[in-house]
Structure formats: C-alpha cells, structure tokens
C-alpha cells in the first residue's frame, strides 16, 4: 500500500455537497482529505477481504457461544438487553452491514482492533463519495468497494416489502442523517415503501402495544442509527416486543459492539491470525491497550507499556469497564496512521474506508482519505 500526495479537484467542495455530502469540513477541519490517496494492489486488497470473512464467521459463531452460555454478565449487558438479544437471535433477525476496524503492517496479517457493528458510521462517503471521486481522478482504476449494489440486494433478504420501512437517526447530527438517508435510499432502490423520522418523535402507544410517528402510524420495521445499549434504557424500552416489531441492526448485534467481546473472541479462537490477544485482566508487562466497554470515536482510550501510561484520551464512554488488548503498530505513511475500514454487508466482505489520524489513536478529528486499487477496471 502506497499513500500519493495530489492536488484536491477545482471546487471539490461543491461536488461533494451537490451529492448530499455537507459535513465535509466541520468546525473548519477537513475531515474529507483529497489531497492524498492510498493505493493498494489486487493483492492486498483480496488479503483484506479474505480477513474480513474470517472475522465474520469466528464473531457470528462467538455471538452464538456467548448467547448460549448465558455469557451477558461478562460483557456487561442487562437482564433487558439480554431478553431482547435473545428474542433476535431466536427470530433469526439478520444484519444489513458492520464494519471493521483493522491494522495491517503489512508484514503480518491484518489485526482486527475492533467490530463496529452496531451503528457504523463513514458508511455514505465509502459507498458513495470516494467512488465518485474515483470516477473523477482516476476513471480507468478499480476500487475495493462494491458496497452500494450489495445493500440494495440485501433489503429484500431481511424486510418485508409489504410494510413500510421506517429509518430513524438522532435530531442534529448532520453525519448520521446523511447516512441514514442514503440507506433509506437503497432500500428505495430496493424497490421498498421507505419513511423518515427522528428517534426522538418515535413514540408508543400503550393502547395499541405499537410503536408509532408522529402521525400515529404503527411502526412495524425500522433501520434506527441508534445503539442498542441506549434505545433498551429509553423509557418505552421495557414495551420492545421484536415479535411485532423489528429493528434493524438487530439486537444481538448489541453483542458484538461491546469491546468486551474482544477477550471472549481471543478465548473462544487463541492464536487466531487476524485476532490481537485481548483480556479482561490487565497485562503485568508489555505494551498493551486499554478500552473501555462501550465508547466511540477512540474516546478513552489508554496504551501502556510496562506499566507505564505512554498515550490517553478523553471523552465519554457509557461503561468504563475496560478490556486489555496487545499492541499493534499502525503503518505511518507521511506521518499519519491509516486504519482499514473494512465493510461487510450481510455476512460478505463489501469495500474497504480509510481513516487516517496524525496521533496512533483514531479519533473524531480523523480524516476519510480514498483510495484506488492498481489495477484497472476491467
């Protein structure tokens, strides 16, 4: 994988926003950033898809483990949420898309760091955007992302076509609007009778055990960008039914988003070559990083080395309970640090994101940098 230094193109500004992409530059900060790229080759882009299916297959059979040996306690999840995995689970609920985050120095294989699988974002400027800017920059290559095709296929596999499907994200959050309305444009496209709403108008009519718009129309189906360990703390969270409703992502998704799952993956598959040692225990020597439960946007993150403190960030994070992960070091490429979004749709590697920070911890000042594969489009 190589990073090449380019000119942005004229007025890039106004392409992306005429294509619905408006948060491009927040606070004044590119988060956007065309002025590189990164090229890989067939090659390595085929070692990136052929982790990301491995991860899929040891997590799904983890998750099953986890639900099976009544394993909630050890990630930190609620009678509440519990019941509702399990009802998800039993009602074979499907997934519409995840996305993981690896490191790759390129000498070993690539390290899973982390499962997004719950609420991923940088989901519309991977499908969408950086195609466009292939199309622009370089139209005779290829690019790892067949991610916009494969989540039209996928509604028609986990909704029903004779219910309107209902998408929901949270009110002034530019980021997860966008992407929550380019979803529901897949599944328009996928040939689906779609509506839009805010979590926060969603409501329950106790009358009618539903939950129900602002209209007071019955929401049988819902796409909601919203975590699973908020929406089950809401105050209608005791009334989710998933037999007369269901959200997607499903609820045992909720699983796998915990980075407490990290440990029990390394349990359940020691030695796997795309894992990173992980523990619930903290290591008495070495280098080693620490997370919490549940956090985003590499918020308290800690690394250490022998016990010693070395990188810390702030921020919030809903359970600081914390895991224990062996150290990766990220490629550094013109001082920045790449880490491989790795997109799946389904249960099928989709296309690859690139987020790259100047510090060796991704956070939410990182930028979205394209890429391209080598080879040319056949």
């Not at 983890?62 to 399990?86: C, H, K, M, P, Y």
Request: charged fraction near 25%; proline fraction near 5%; hydrophobic fraction near 35%.
């Amino acid at each position: 994988m190589k990073r090449n230094i380019l000119a942005p193109r004229p007025n890039w500004q106004n392409k992306l926003e005429k294509s619905g992409f408006l948060f491009h530059t927040p606070d004044g900060e590119p988060y956007w950033n065309e002025s590189a790229c990164y090229e890989l080759t067939q090659q390595e882009a085929q070692t990136i898809e052929d982790a990301t299916n491995s991860l899929i297959e040891i997590c799904h059979s983890a998750a099953e483990t986890v639900i099976d040996r009544d394993w909630f306690e050890r990630l930190g999840i609620n009678s509440l949420e519990a019941d509702l995995i399990q009802q998800s689970w039993d009602l074979d609920h499907l997934s519409v898309y995840g996305r993981f985050d690896l490191s790759w120095d390129f000498k070993s294989p690539p390290k899973m760091l982390e499962f997004n699988a719950d609420t991923p974002t940088s989901l519309f400027e991977a499908a969408v955007i950086q195609w466009q800017w292939l199309d622009d920059v370089y139209p005779r290559y290829d690019q790892f992302n067949s991610i916009h095709e494969r989540l039209i296929k996928r509604w028609s596999q986990i909704a029903d076509k004779h219910q309107t499907l209902y998408f929901a994200s949270l009110m002034n959050h530019a980021d997860d609007i966008t992407q929550t309305e380019y979803l529901r444009d897949t599944a328009h496209q996928a040939g689906f009778k779609t509506e839009f709403t805010f979590i926060e108008d969603v409501g329950y009519d106790s009358s009618r055990m539903a939950f129900v718009d602002l209209e007071s129309n019955a929401i049988a189906q819902c796409f909601k960008l919203y975590p699973w360990e908020w929406l089950s703390k809401e105050q209608f969270g005791k009334y989710i039914n998933l037999r007369s409703v269901k959200f997607i992502e499903p609820a045992w998704k909720r699983i796998l988003s915990s980075k407490a799952f990290l440990p029990i993956l390394w349990e359940l598959n020691p030695g796997h070559p795309n894992l990173l040692p992980s523990f619930f225990e903290r290591p008495t020597s070495g280098k080693y990083v620490e997370k919490p439960f549940l956090s985003r946007e590499g918020n308290q993150i800690k690394i250490w080395e022998n016990g010693h403190q070395q990188v810390a960030t702030t921020g919030f994070s809903e359970d600081p309970r914390s895991i224990f992960q062996a150290y990766h070091e990220l490629p550094s490429f013109d001082g920045k640090y790449p880490v491989l979004g790795s997109w799946i749709v389904g249960e099928e590697s989709a296309g690859l994101g690139i987020r790259e920070d100047s510090t060796v911890i991704t956070q939410s000042t990182s930028q979205f940098t394209p890429h391209f594969l080598s080879s040319r489009r056949k």
